[in-house]
């Protein structure tokens, strides 16, 4: 039973579409979030998410979109997908707000390329 | 601005023997620094944390020391298993504010050799 669980693993898809990566946690945790791991492997926050707040990095383009519909769940929407989009995002989420000593928990990756 | 740094890309150890990675950070509202540890083709997985308030940490083989002053802290791992061969991302946690997420250094690949 994965705990943080991200569909597709892999996604190929042209420039300009529009695409959805999902998330799940099964983990009971209160926030999640989504990564980014760039070409130069760089693990970057791009958005945190609990019942009450969306905390968004500010360097993220505003085509993408997280959604949830549940506390398990945390969607991830791209719009107009262009070249540079392509990376490896990660799902994760942690019990409280903070990490702290727990630390947060992963998911698997969704290897996006755009071409 | 790299926050957390990782200066060495790859380390290679011989088994049974102590795997020490480094890691320097210039941010100093972070209050707790993790260390994970990832495979190809899976997502990081948390190995061990260390507060700020401390100086170290050790959970069975992993300790992790702080230094505060020098902005440094250290993952040790002994005795190093071939299990141990992956990517160990070192990451700082801010207090308060921001998106409450990590900021992850670039990782060291650690290989162990037999």
């Known amino acids: 039973d994965t705990a943080v669980s991200q569909t597709p693993k892999y996604l190929v898809t042209q420039m300009g579409n529009d695409k959805s990566i999902k998330c799940e946690q099964n983990?009971?945790?209160?926030?999640m979030y989504w990564y980014k791991q760039d070409s130069k492997k760089f693990l970057k926050i791009m958005f945190s998410?609990?019942?009450?707040?969306?905390?968004i990095n500010e360097t993220v383009p505003n085509r993408f979109s997280p959604k949830s519909p549940d506390k398990a769940h945390l969607n991830l929407h791209i719009n107009s997908l262009e070249l540079g989009d392509s990376a490896v995002y990660f799902c994760?989420?942690?019990?409280?707000?903070?990490?702290?000593?727990?630390?947060?928990?992963f998911g698997s990756g969704t290897r996006l390329t755009v071409v | 601005d790299q926050q957390v740094k990782q200066n060495s890309p790859s380390l290679s150890v011989q088994e049974g023997r102590i795997s020490i990675l480094n890691c320097d950070y210039t941010?100093?509202?972070?209050?707790?620094f993790l260390w994970y540890k990832k495979y190809p083709a899976e997502g990081p997985t948390f190995l061990i944390s260390i507060s700020s308030i401390k100086d170290k940490n050790e959970d069975g083989r992993f300790t992790v020391f702080l230094n505060k002053s020098a902005k440094h802290l250290s993952l040790h791992i002994v005795p190093s298993q071939p299990g141990d061969s992956a990517v160990y991302f070192c990451?700082?946690?801010?207090?308060?504010?921001?998106?409450?997420?990590?900021?992850f250094g670039k990782g060291t690949h650690l290989i162990i050799q037999p």
């Open positions: 998410y609990n019942n009450k707040e969306l905390i």
């Open positions: 983990l009971g945790h209160d926030t």
């Open positions: 994760a989420s942690s019990q409280a707000p903070w990490g702290g000593n727990y630390g947060y928990t």
């Open positions: 990451a700082g946690k801010e207090s308060g504010g921001g998106a409450d997420g990590l900021t």
């Open positions: 941010n100093s509202m972070f209050d707790y």
